[in-house]
């Protein structure tokens, strides 16, 4: 255990909280993230996060919504997730499914780590060319209101 708590290998992901998450991205170096995440534990990180977006998505503040997100996370290896919007309801695909989703968001382990965690900022994280985006730029903009995120 870390002074400030339990270290990034050390979790039980589906016992952790979205805030205790957050906390945790928050005060891990990238160096240090990217060291971590490798192997079964970076499955298991990836998996958790991209479950739990079903469960943090906000279907009022997408309305009438329909659109794929492609995630592409890089790292050891590149990582394909799809979220799908549509009717209200977020859903999660491992893998490249949807032929042209609406916006790729594509971004190294930390920089997706801190997006989802809300510890980066998504537009300075675009600008500094931390997430690099194709497709429907402005839709990519307003992502961050449509799930709940913690603050850490």
């Known amino acids: ?3 400030n708590g ?3 290998s050390e979790l039980d992901f589906a016992q952790v909280t979205p805030a205790e998450f957050a906390s945790l991205v928050k005060r891990t ?3 240090e993230i ?3 995440l490798r192997g079964e ?3 298991r990180v990836l998996a958790e996060i991209f479950a739990r977006m079903e469960r ?6 997408a309305g009438s919504t329909h659109a794929v997100i492609r995630w592409e996370i890089t790292g050891e290896s590149l990582v394909v997730y799809e979220t799908s919007i549509a009717d209200g309801v977020c859903t999660v695909r ?7 989703p609406r916006v790729t968001l594509t971004m190294a382990d930390p920089d997706f780590l801190k997006l989802v965690s809300g510890n980066g900022s998504p537009v300075t994280m675009f600008m500094t060319r931390k997430v690099a ?5 402005g839709f990519a903009s307003g992502l961050t209101r449509l799930f709940d995120i913690p603050k850490a």
């Not at 943090?56 to 503040?61: L, W």
């Not at 491992?94 to 042209?100: R, V």
């Not at 985006?133 to 730029?137: A, E, K, L, Y």
């Open 1 to 3: 255990m870390a002074e």
């Open 6 to 8: 339990p270290e990034l």
């Open 29 to 31: 170096p990238a160096r």
């Open 34 to 36: 990217s060291r971590l």
């Open 41 to 43: 534990l970076r499955t």
């Open 56 to 61: 943090q998505f906000r279907p009022d503040a």
């Open 94 to 100: 491992e893998g490249a499914h949807a032929a042209a």
């Open 133 to 137: 985006i194709s497709g429907d730029i």
